[in-house]
């Protein structure tokens, strides 16, 4: 089955700073790529995703991700971070319906 | 549009007690999906449905949870007995048809259990 792994429980970046949160993947078959925010006691809220097409995915929030095939990765990006970005980040595949989750990265947002 | 929706929003039990959570897609997805989120963790899959049927139930302990949806719509997870290690944040997703966005998952916001 698929899976995924995400580097880093936790990343601290200063308001305005790069935001970058790693994510690879493993798959036997092309997947469907997904980045899922989750604020303290909400649902989780689909950031974007990659199906096919371009690999570069813009969306929402500033937020974007590339989907490196050579590398397996889908790392997401955000250039200049500002507090209300301050969540758990999830990275997800999915290959026939499939869905699976990795761990989680919490983002931190210094003033 | 209505978002999925989940009941109760808590729930604090002891441990060998039964518990019952229920779920309401958006309307139209026919595909429907539990997840369990302990804490620090990513959310695992329980179980999914396509309409009424079981798709994948391979993570589901079947010793003490169990499943079902009736009609291909609503749906419960139930726990019975529950263990300590259940505690967790138990989310319910939905999924259109095919060829309508079926790769996107709609989240509800959760059920949180505490098994004390």
Known sequence: ?111 | EAGVAQSPRYKIIEKRQSVAFWCNPISGHATLYWYQQILGQGPKLLIQFQNNGVVDDSQLPKDRFSAERLKGVDSTLKIQPAKLEDSAVYLCASSPPQGQGYEKLFFGSGTQLSVL
Not at chain 1, 60 to 71: D, L, Q, T, V, Y
């Open chain 1, 1 to 111: 089955a698929q899976s995924v792994t995400q580097l880093g429980s936790h990343v601290s970046v200063s308001e305005g700073a790069l935001v970058l949160l790693r994510c690879n993947y493993s798959s036997s078959v092309p997947p469907y790529l997904f980045w899922y925010v989750q604020y303290p006691n909400q649902g989780l809220q689909l950031l974007l995703k990659y199906t096919t097409g371009a690999t570069l995915v813009k969306g929402i929030n500033g937020f974007e991700a590339e989907f490196k095939k050579s590398e397996t990765s889908f790392h997401l990006t955000k250039p200049s971070a500002h507090m209300s970005d301050a969540a758990e980040y999830f990275c997800a595949v999915s290959t026939f319906n499939d869905m699976r989750f990795g761990a989680g990265t919490r983002l931190t947002v210094k003033p």
